[in-house]
């Protein structure tokens, strides 16, 4: 019976996204998908900031800048009048190397990243089916099933760990009984990738919301592309065969200008679901993604969400199967990405509630109050940079949770919990030096190097001046974990101060 330190179900972004990170620290791990390769389905569209972040300590971000394209303005429509324009562009500039909103569909993040597995000559076992999964004290046992050649027995393989990225009807949630407590929108939603002729150009993000119908237009890489979403309008909610011809017309009358649609690549109708668990992990098992959580497309979240929840554990997963750290470390994923599903799934369900509503008071008010709203919003640049903040998850902090701890007296723009802020050090960005998967212990100033921190923390001597906008007086030391959040900061530091705080906050043996 073969044995892996990790099993991950579901090669979608999150799967993708663990097996790459648990890659770069070199563990035994096997990822299966019951597809045949990467979806050539476009899906979740839009990759934020934060994810990019993690793509360029991957090596990756490049390439998906080149195969992507930027939204570089936002728009709302009703009844075919231009109601608010925002020239979006980079509006995050100052706070990231990625400023922008990019347009980088979810099949081509899986391409990327099934492509940069190879580089760890490590590969996906495409048509491999979930068939069972037992629990032991301390391992797994797990049964796979070929889906390309049916009459093959069940193989069982076992494990240290699994997780759980295999979406939405997770068969992992299911079999371990995990809770899934939440709703289904009435409504029936589409989705379709286009071609279109319009003059509404073509690097521009448009809502069209109506009385009783919404659509929007999301920009794609290639020429005159784009994801169209909506509401099925409720004289077709009963049936089981609606074909985009049967929504064209709907379309144009919602959006109220000229269009023209040339082509359709992909289209779907479907229910959209707000569900997510009470608890990330079950014994030796673990979810991440869709399978922990599903909400409405509002804010291009899902998928970057699934991102950071991969991104999160495996540097745990890697301590204890290094033997660095006790398994209770383990508990601090939970404790780090729950709070963040249930304000996102809060978060999703109001703003599409108020952009899909048929409420005569609430549809007045998203057609004649939010768009004039919006236009002031973005023309003053302090809400600009809260908006991005907000929608690119770099302002999600893990403050008041138990790896975080700041011991500094200084009043600082940033603590404990936090992702490390973006500071500028010789025309370039503090997150370039910080690509090996490691803690980096940043001394800054005049502070002290240590004489023998732990193998697996690296010092990083820094100057202050870059750091002063940010509160610095004197010198400090900010511990960044693995995943370029802070861990502890504190104004000096000792050899026994460093492993005391990473026995009792990080488990470290």
């Keep these: 019976m073969s044995h892996y330190d990790v099993i991950i179900i579901g090669a979608g972004p999150t799967g993708l996204m663990a097996a790459n990170q648990l890659a770069r620290f070199g563990i035994n791990f096997l990822i299966i998908d019951s597809k045949e390769g990467p979806t050539d389905q476009s899906r979740a569209i839009v990759i934020t900031a934060r994810s990019m972040e993690i793509y360029q300590q991957l090596g990756i971000s490049d390439t998906a800048i080149e195969e992507g394209r930027f939204i570089l303005d936002f728009a709302i429509f009703v009844k075919g009048k231009e109601k608010a324009t925002a020239h979006v562009g980079e509006f995050g500039k100052g706070l990231t190397d990625f400023s922008y909103l990019l347009a980088f569909e979810q099949s081509k993040n899986e391409k990327l990243l099934v492509k940069n597995l190879s580089s760890f000559n490590k590969q996906v076992s495409w048509q491999t089916e979930?068939?069972?999964?037992?629990?032991?004290?301390?391992?797994?046992?797990?049964?796979?099933?070929?889906?390309?050649?049916?009459?093959q027995p069940v193989e069982k393989l076992t494990a240290k760990f699994i997780i759980g990225c295999d979406g939405a009807s997770s068969k992992v949630r299911?079999?371990?009984?995990?809770?899934?407590?939440?709703?289904?929108?009435?409504?029936?939603?589409?989705?379709?990738?286009?071609?279109?002729?319009?003059?509404?150009?073509?690097?521009?993000?448009?809502?069209?919301?109506?009385?009783?119908?919404?659509?929007?237009?999301?920009?794609?890489?290639?020429?005159?592309?784009?994801?169209?979403?909506?509401?099925?309008?409720?004289?077709?909610?009963?049936?089981?065969?609606?074909?985009?011809?049967?929504?064209?017309?709907?379309?144009?009358?919602?959006?109220?200008?000229?269009?023209?649609?040339?082509?359709?690549?992909?289209?779907?109708?479907?229910?959209?679901?707000?569900?997510?668990?009470?608890?990330?992990?079950?014994?030796?098992?673990?979810?991440?993604?869709?399978?922990?959580?599903?909400?409405?497309?509002?804010?291009?979240?899902?998928?970057?969400?699934?991102?950071?929840d991969a991104y999160n554990l495996s540097w745990k997963l890697v301590l204890v199967l290094k033997g660095i750290a006790d398994e209770k470390i383990l508990g601090t994923y939970n404790e780090e990405r729950l709070p963040f599903?249930?304000?996102?799934?809060?978060?999703?369900?109001?703003?599409?509630?108020?952009?899909?509503?048929?409420?005569?008071?609430?549809?007045?008010?998203?057609?004649?109050?939010?768009?004039?709203?919006?236009?002031?919003?973005?023309?003053?640049?302090?809400?600009?940079?809260?908006?991005?903040?907000?929608?690119?998850?770099?302002?999600?902090?893990?403050?008041?949770?138990?790896?975080?701890?700041?011991?500094?007296?200084?009043?600082?723009?940033?603590?404990?919990?936090?992702?490390?802020?973006?500071?500028?050090?010789?025309?370039?960005?503090?997150?370039?030096?910080?690509?090996?998967?490691?803690?980096?212990?940043?001394?800054?100033?005049?502070?002290?190097?240590?004489?023998s921190a732990h193998s697996f923390v690296k010092q990083v001597v820094l100057g202050i001046d870059e750091w002063e906008p940010f509160g610095l007086t004197k010198p400090l030391y900010i511990l960044v974990r693995p995943d370029n959040y802070i861990g502890l900061i504190s104004d000096d530091m000792t050899n026994e101060m460093l492993n005391s705080y990473l026995r009792q906050h990080c488990y470290f043996s």
């Design 130 to 151: 979930l068939e069972d999964i037992i629990q032991h004290p301390g391992i797994a046992e797990v049964h796979l099933k070929k889906s390309a050649d049916p009459g």
């Design 341 to 451: 599903a249930k304000w996102l799934l809060k978060f999703t369900d109001r703003f599409f509630g108020i952009m899909t509503s048929t409420n005569i008071i609430i549809s007045w008010v998203r057609n004649n109050i939010i768009p004039p709203l919006l236009k002031f919003a973005f023309s003053r640049n302090f809400i600009r940079k809260t908006m991005f903040r907000t929608l690119s998850q770099i302002q999600w902090s893990y403050d008041d949770c138990s790896i975080s701890q700041n011991r500094s007296s200084q009043k600082l723009k940033f603590t404990a919990g936090d992702r490390l802020p973006y500071v500028i050090i010789n025309n370039e960005s503090i997150y370039k030096q910080l690509t090996e998967p490691v803690f980096h212990l940043l001394i800054i100033g005049d502070a002290k190097t240590l004489s």
């Design 174 to 308: 299911h079999l371990l009984n995990f809770s899934f407590k939440g709703g289904t929108y009435e409504q029936q939603f589409y989705v379709a990738d286009t071609k279109l002729k319009w003059e509404a150009g073509s690097n521009k993000l448009i809502l069209c919301p109506s009385r009783k119908n919404f659509c929007g237009f999301f920009p794609m890489a290639g020429s005159n592309t784009h994801r169209i979403i909506g509401t099925v309008p409720k004289e077709l909610n009963d049936r089981y065969d609606i074909g985009f011809a049967d929504l064209e017309k709907t379309i144009k009358e919602t959006v109220g200008f000229r269009m023209e649609i040339e082509a359709v690549n992909w289209f779907s109708v479907y229910k959209l679901h707000h569900r997510g668990v009470e608890n990330f992990s079950k014994e030796n098992c673990f979810l991440a993604g869709d399978a922990a959580h599903i909400h409405s497309p509002a804010g291009g979240q899902g998928m970057n969400t699934g991102l950071q």
